[in-house]
């Protein structure tokens, strides 16, 4: 594995259709890694900056899991006392059932089955469209279609949390999860993520391509890219590393 390109080797995630047990033990581990990597703090500290700078009423999770970043969120915006309606979308029945029982608790959540490359999906708008650890699943020409459409769908603003493919990453995830996973996904597809991620270049040409010049990207720990997309309030690119 070079991480010269990016990967197109599928990971057992892509199969919509998975289910049973190590639907809940993978989703409980990611949201595990992602806590104590600090992965979910990036798309938290975008959402607390536009919460603070912008009315916010809605927002979409694409490829959800679980919703732990939604559960995450909607505590942020109910002590600022905001009220925000968050859908979360996935297009695994499987993973949407896992959700929905997730956060029963929270009535400004629901998850539903979507295909965001469907037409149904493209018709629907939110002020923010959020995507964590899930853009990387697509080919360069499928995003630059996704980013098109986000641009028509996002009143506010758009965040991408995704990976940084980088040798040290690769081998570190591949290492932590073949010694502390009990999920034979995450052990498949974690190494795979990573592999599939994104040079700073690639992220940049994708952007391009979909004629969005109104962005922030920056490099955060553990080895992610912070990308906010804004519609309101432009303001200049800025490219930190």
Known sequence: MTLKH???????????????????????????????????????????????????????????????????????????????EFTGIDANQHIVEYANQHTRKWANISVIQENILSDAFRQQQFDIIHCCLFLHHFTEKQLVSIFKNFREQARVAIIVNDLHRHYLAYHSIRLLTRLFSKSYM????????????????????????????????????????????????????????
């Open 6 to 84: 990016r990967s197109e080797e599928a990971e057992i995630m892509d199969d919509l259709n998975i289910s049973g047990e190590v639907i809940g033990q993978t989703l409980r581990e990611l949201d595990i890694i992602n806590r104590r990597l600090g992965g979910n703090q990036i798309s938290l500290s975008a959402f607390r900056k536009l919460l603070k700078s912008h009315k916010i009423r809605s927002v979409a999770d694409l490829g959800c899991g679980g919703a732990d970043i939604l559960m995450a969120m909607a505590r942020i915006a109910k002590q600022k006392k905001h009220e925000v």
């Open 186 to 241: 995450v052990r498949n597809d974690a190494a795979i993520s990573v592999a599939r991620g994104f040079k700073k270049s690639e992220l940049i040409s994708i952007l391009e391509q979909a004629g969005i010049t109104n962005y922030q990207l920056s490099w955060r720990w553990a080895f992610r890219w912070q990308l906010v997309i804004k519609k309101i309030n432009p303001v200049p690119n800025q490219h930190r590393v």
